[in-house]
């Protein structure tokens, strides 16, 4: 199947120059999942932008773009009572992604803990600043043993972190403070940091255990 | 969040119905350090059993309350935990830190 080339949509025979490998549309990109996972296996997922025609026409003809991969993107201001709106959002994403009762309420948390974090820590209490969660559905590439999985990445333009207190402290100790980050570690197979332009990124990854499976949508 | 308080004698019984979160753990906070550090009550019970989430800030109220006991020779005593909450002391190794009862009567014989 030729993937570079073609900007034009095969079934709707509509040319669109913001395609760069794909040749369906979005809408004939998700009938088509043999296309969209030989898409994935060769690592071309996040570069290929897909044309959305049905939603074009239904807005004068404007293009949007679509990350096959993108779950969910919630942008909110550094307001405490908003954290039960994004734990419930959380919760029903990964129910749905196939995780169990147990594992969809250790995600939630790591979450959670990750956003009190930015608003205790980054923006100091301040309120109305931005927050942006950004959630990427992990494709298992094709004869690996790699379970699938969610991606979650949390961004603020806050003050970056000591770098002293994302180690954590030891549990041994009994008293009050830095048991968020522990939460993190112990719910999620990937914690990374990074801060550049002024933008911290905490990116964070579940993989789904090998008798649990993501269901297709 | 929702607190309220019961008395029986010389203990205080607060009930806590909801999620404790940043947003509501300095609420708590408050109402359980006064019991125990102004009102000096020589037994708060806490029950937890419509609780339907606490945080690392939630724990950490909780940790300073029964830290705020022992300092002033009174007992903290929690009942009713959900299995959301028994998973997070859990994963906080602080199950066997607290006094913990399955039910009022329990905790108020102990």
Redesign the interface.
Known sequence: MVLRGSRRCENHDRENSSIEFVPLCYHCLRKNSRFFFALRAQGLERRALICTPHFAQQAGRQVYTLNPDLLLKLEFPSN??L??VV?GAMERLTERMGFSE?ES?SVT?AV??AV?NI??HAYRGQPNQPIVLTCYRLPKAVGSELAQGLEIVLEDQGEPPDPGRLRGRS?DE???????L??IR?SMDVVEFSSSGGTNQLRLVRCLRPENTIQDS | MQISVRRIDKTAILELTG?I???SSPAVRKILLNELRESRTPRVILNLEKVK?I???G???L??G??ASRDIGSRLLLFGLTP?VR??LQ????LK?FEIYENEQQALSA
Not at chain 1, 174 to 180: C, R, W
């Open positions: 405490p009572e954290l039960c734990r147990r309420r948390r959670d803990e009190t608003i205790r549990l009994i008293k009050p403070g830095g048991l968020g522990h939460y112990e | 999620s979160d940043l947003s989430y945080d690392s800030s724990v950490a109220s940790v300073e029964l830290r959301v998973e997070v994963i906080s190794r602080l830190i």
